[in-house]
Antibody
Framework: QVQLQESGPGLVKPSETLSLSCIVSGASITSYSWSWIRQPPGRGLQWIGYISYSGSPDYNPSLKSRVTLSVDTAQNQFSLELNSVTAADTAVYYC???????????????????WGQGTLVTVSS | DIQMTQSPSSLSASVGDRVTITCRASQGISNYVAWYQQKPGKVPKLLIYAASTLQSGAPSRFSGSGSGTDFTLTISSLQPEDVATYYCQKYYSAPLTFGGGTKVEIK
């Protein structure tokens, strides 16, 4: 059974970089697409971006200028960096897995079938 | 970018009631829609994918329908454990957008 576990600092100072990792167990990171999703306190879900072992990452246009996703196949984990953070970036951050549909050499992410338990990141001085 | 508009934003219904939540896409998206249930303080859980396919382990009182721009999540007989916020989501092409959520409460 797949398990996803987020890790990283729970407190980040304004203007600094938020860095999180998601360790995947029970599934190969090369076989799926992997996303980051966040949820500010009391609010809805916001997709941040996804990455696959093959292919370029894709990002939410509203965050694209500040986000970098990467994947480490040796450690079976993927990571998020969000720079120049403000209080508006305070949220629970989830990592999630998507099966993929591949056609003509291009793969597309499908629904989120497994989620990490989430980690609260607070941006404050 | 394609927007996903969910309605209502909240509802209150009695145990045993049939509950319907709708999600409208700003452009046609075939059947690339999933529905998630998030109970208070918990992780979102996949209920429905491909607009109408019930995820393994999800109760059969949940069903989904729709294609193109209009999608529906139905709870055939509302149970106390269904108190949660429900989200629709489009996938396949980025951005992978969520609807704003529908909070379901018991009357």
């Amino acid at each position: 059974q797949v398990q996803l576990q987020e890790s990283g600092p729970g407190l980040v100072k304004p203007s600094e970089t938020l860095s999180l990792s998601c360790i995947v167990s029970g599934a190969s990171i090369t076989s799926y697409s992997w996303s980051w999703i966040r949820q500010p306190p009391g609010r809805g879900l916001q997709w941040i971006g996804y990455i696959s072992y093959s292919g370029s990452p894709d990002y939410n246009p509203s965050l694209k200028s500040r986000v970098t996703l990467s994947v480490d196949t040796a450690q079976n984990q993927f990571s998020l960096e969000l720079n120049s953070v403000t209080a508006a970036d305070t949220a629970v951050y989830y990592c999630a897995r998507s099966p993929r549909y591949c056609s003509g050499g291009t793969c597309y992410p499908l629904h989120f079938d497994s989620w990490g338990q989430g980690t609260l990141v607070t941006v404050s001085s | 970018d394609i927007q996903m508009t969910q309605s209502p934003s909240s509802l209150s219904a009695s145990v045993g009631d049939r509950v319907t939540i709708t999600c409208r896409a700003s452009q046609g998206i075939s059947n690339y829609v999933a529905w998630y249930q998030q109970k208070p303080g918990k992780v979102p859980k996949l209920l429905i994918y491909a607009a109408s396919t019930l995820q393994s382990g999800a109760p059969s009182r949940f069903s989904g329908s729709g294609s193109g721009t209009d999608f529906t999540l139905t709870i055939s007989s509302l149970q106390p454990e269904d108190v949660a916020t429900y989200y629709c989501q489009k996938y396949y092409s980025a951005p992978l957008t969520f609807g704003g959520g529908t909070k379901v409460e018991i009357k």
